[in-house]
């Protein structure tokens, strides 16, 4: 398996512009995450999905974030409009429940910066 | 969700075992002791997972005293590739709720 594919790995925007990250989760894996990450706040959780459906939103900065599922093997995550202050490596992770195993298998990250 | 107290930095030589000890003294019964290792531009990765007593993989070893208000990861014979920041995380196997902490720098010398 190739692993969780985010794209792009980098992007730069302007401040007010809309933003897509994506997220490829690996097959067969249920669970779905999205991370931020930041040196002042360090790695945040902002969502994860169960089987497509939003389990819990409550780390989603505002209401400028937004993320859907919309098949099991494709995630986004959109900014919009984007802030300088959402500039941060954004990670998307995948897991399944197998046994007691609590592993996460996180992506290369997409690194923000919002001008 | 319980809180994990790390060090900020650890500095070590090659071929030197290094041992990470988290606090965690509000652990609850059903949770777990996840470690997540992450290098710089990369996603964390799971290193090990440990409920009780001692866990050993091809990476490392996690030991967890009886009383579960702390555990050391150990890493045997470190070499340079194994400078990242190392992430104690304490959970319920079935919440998929994980708290990363500002975790631990290590940093190995030659």
């Known amino acids: 398996d190739a692993g969780v594919i985010q794209s792009p790995r980098h992007e730069v925007t302007e401040m007010g512009q809309e933003v897509t990250l994506r997220c490829k989760p690996i097959s067969g894996h249920d669970y779905l995450f999205w991370y931020r990450q930041t040196m002042m706040r360090g790695l945040e959780l902002l969502i994860y999905f169960n089987n497509n459906v939003p389990i819990d939103d409550s780390g989603m900065p505002e209401d400028r974030f937004s993320a859907k599922m919309p098949n099991a093997s494709f995630s986004n995550l959109k900014i919009q409009p984007s802030e300088p202050r959402d500039s941060a490596v954004y990670f998307c992770?995948?897991?399944?429940?197998?046994?007691?195993?609590?592993?996460?298998?996180f992506g290369p990250g997409t690194r923000l910066t919002v001008l | 969700l319980a809180k994990t107290t790390q060090p900020i930095s650890m500095d070590s030589y090659e071929g030197q075992e290094v041992n990470i000890t988290c606090s965690h003294n509000n652990i609850a019964t059903n949770d777990y002791i996840t470690w997540y290792q992450q290098f710089p531009s990369q996603g964390p990765r799971f290193i090990i997972q440990?409920?009780?007593t001692k866990v050993t993989n091809e990476v490392a070893s996690l030991f967890i005293p009886a009383d579960r208000k702390s555990s050391t990861l150990s890493l045997p014979r470190v070499s340079l590739s194994d400078t990242a920041v190392y992430y104690c995380l304490v959970g319920e196997d079935s919440s998929y709720k994980l708290i990363f902490g500002s975790g631990t720098r290590l940093l190995v010398r030659p």
């Open positions: 440990g409920y009780k």
């Open positions: 992770a995948s897991s399944s429940l197998m046994g007691k195993t609590d592993t996460q298998y």
